[in-house]
């Protein structure tokens, strides 16, 4: 399963990159015979990517041809890829979405839902992947460590849960799609006891699911 | 074992008010459990207990419980093992101390059902049992004396089949000499509700107040949680996750399920029967944040009695029905409130410490346990309503979490990791006779049911 998100932005950046290739290129590049493909040496990609333009100056008719050709060939593999994207996304089931962790956990310190300035922007990005996606709901889980006893801790996750809510509905989600859980320390991700368990398990994890 | 929490505390344990500290019952040379009795003011009908008090200066009951008697027809095995668990019974009971079953050898073998040879190595009181064949059926008599001119105070039977029968013919004989010899009604009958893993679940169980015949209630898969009693015992509220948000549910005897359908909120927790079974007091997140409301099971109205911005948990009712106690982390951290049983006069209990929560009223009506967090671990204390005082009353490894009381108010049951994993523990009041209950699969969450629905059963 390729991850939906990281496979977009390499497409944006392949894209960009070839779009810079193409105008530094200059000419011809939108022709029929540009797309034929040839027998010539096609250079390797990264290399153009990683070439500024300007700098290269003119280039030779030859050079123009490869890469153009170039940018046919990526920009075939690049339609190929992007459609092979929209047909996963909407192939992905939430649970696949939810195990590729399209959406990032948030962690709290020792008895508190305060949300530090790393959640604050964890929350951010999670804020705008749910505007780019408004098909999906979301279950805000709240967690807490193993530490003190059942009833306080389901409150406690409860707090947690809620204070990334009302965050995420103040970046402008709709609040119909956010809706809370509190596991308390019925769900710890790391068991064992410790900082480095106990840190990992006082969180508030971002479940999508169908509306 | 008992550590005291605040400087008052420092007297020792026998200038306690209303208690005292049994010892060793050096005139006798024999090995008596120490136990706390209580003193003249607050006990009994029963003259018999609090002239022992006064009379010995040391003094849980010289109990001599002979071997049971096999009549023909019974099983040496049944006979045997009812004799251990009623032992086992009247010793955990806290009243007693138990001598040698054979008087240490200073009884003839043909002499142990004589109060006369009994009196003559210390003990006050004679249990004779017996165990008889009736057809299928099997008969415990159970016969109390008096060792000092062979009174016989007590003298029931019971019948059931063995060997099903064998652990609950023997605590109803124990909860019968306690009750005789105290004037308070004993434990033995009652049961420890509880959840534990099972799988990635957490499921409702049940067992004997000693460990004994664990039996599954609940099958849902999912995760369940704090399981409370009804005063009759005739049905156990929890919390479960089996719908779309954690609600409250009703499990009866009979094995129906009832949903508290909840009025809203995502997260509806933490039930607790009302003395009077008319209510249930839980907490909700439905006005924001963790509030504490009263449900009424024949109105099916429901009551706001907390508003405040912090978390608001974990009510308990008073035996009385009075007052509910409660977590709240109002002052910052969570500490233990109480609250008249409207919402009004709420006040704060607990001020040694920054993390108390968990609170258990005792069914006497007099203290309060909580857990509270010391030296970076969280042990049992019990607050003293009437001094303010604080005790102690866990030590060791691991955390100690959800105390309840047994019904005689002298037993408590909780979880902990003390030995690794987490398990159900009881200890008594004092500190002392802490018992492992469960093993292997991790428990938690439990509650010791009332005695009523223990005898109806």
Known sequence: MKPVKPSISIASLLALALLAALVAAGTGCRTGNAIEPTSGTVPPAPERVEREPGLDGPMGGEVEELDAEGFAEEDLDFEDRFAEEEVEAEDATVEELNEQGVLETVYFAFDSAELSDQSLRTIEQNAEWLEEHPDYHVVVEGHTDERGTTEYNLSLGARRAKAVREHLVRLGVDGERVRTISYGEERPRETGSGETAWAANRRGEFRLVEP | ?457
Request: aromatic content about 8%; charged content about 25%.
């Open chain 2, 1 to 457: 074992m008992v550590a005291m929490r605040n400087e008052q505390m420092t007297t020792t344990s026998s200038d306690r008010p209303n208690r005292r500290w049994a010892g060793i019952a050096a005139a006798t040379a024999l090995v008596v459990v120490a136990a706390m009795l209580p003193a003249l003011g607050q006990t009994t009908e029963r003259d018999e207990v609090t002239g022992v008090i006064r009379g010995a200066g040391a003094s849980a009951l010289a109990l001599a419980v002979p071997p049971t008697e096999a009549g023909s027809g019974v099983r040496l095995t049944h006979a045997a093992e009812i004799g251990q668990i009623l032992r086992s019974d009247l010793e955990y009971s806290g009243w007693f101390g138990l001598l040698d079953p054979q008087g240490e050898g200073r009884i003839a073998a043909g002499q142990l059902d004589d109060p006369q040879e009994w009196r003559r190595v210390g003990a006050q009181y004679l249990v004779l049992t017996r165990l008889s064949a009736a057809g299928n059926r099997s008969r415990l008599n159970v016969r109390v004396l008096e060792t000092s001119g062979g009174t016989v105070l007590m003298d029931k039977t019971w019948g059931g089949s063995l060997p099903d029968d064998i652990r609950r013919l023997a605590h109803a004989a124990s909860d019968a000499v306690v009750e005789d010899l105290t004037g308070r009604p004993g434990i033995a009958q009652t049961f420890i509700a509880f959840v534990s893993r099972r799988g990635e679940a957490k499921e409702v169980y049940l067992m004997d107040y000693d460990g004994a015949r664990v039996r599954r209630l609940t099958s849902t898969d999912t995760i369940n949680l704090s399981p409370a009693w009804s005063p009759d015992s005739s049905e156990l509220a929890f919390l479960s996750y089996k719908g779309r948000t954690p609600s409250i549910y009703l499990l009866s005897r009979t094995g129906e399920v009832t949903t508290l359908r909840p009025r809203g909120g995502e997260l509806n927790a933490a039930p607790d029967f009302s003395p009077d079974a008319s209510k249930l007091a839980f907490s909700s997140d439905r006005d924001g944040n963790s509030e504490i409301y009263t449900y009424d099971l024949a109105s099916d109205r429901e009551t706001r009695l907390t508003r405040h911005a912090a978390i608001d948990t974990a009510p308990v009712w008073s035996p009385s029905g009075r007052e509910i106690a409660f977590t709240s982390d109002r002052s910052g951290t969570p500490q233990i409130y109480i609250m008249s049983a409207d919402g009004s006069n709420v006040r704060r209990l607990t001020y040694e410490g920054r993390y108390n929560e968990s609170a258990a009223w005792s069914p006497d009506g007099n203290r309060i346990a909580f857990v509270s967090r010391i030296s970076g671990r969280f042990e049992i204390v019990i607050h003293d309503l009437g001094t303010g005082r604080e005790t102690v009353i866990t030590s060791g490894p691991g955390n100690k979490e959800n105390p309840r009381w047994a019904p005689d108010a002298r037993h408590l049951v909780f979880s902990s990791n003390r030995d690794g994993r987490y398990a159900i523990y009881t200890i008594r009041d004092d500190g002392t006779q802490l018992r492992r209950l469960t093993r292997g699969t991790p428990s938690f969450t439990p509650d010791w049911s009332p005695i009523s629905g223990a005898r109806a059963r």
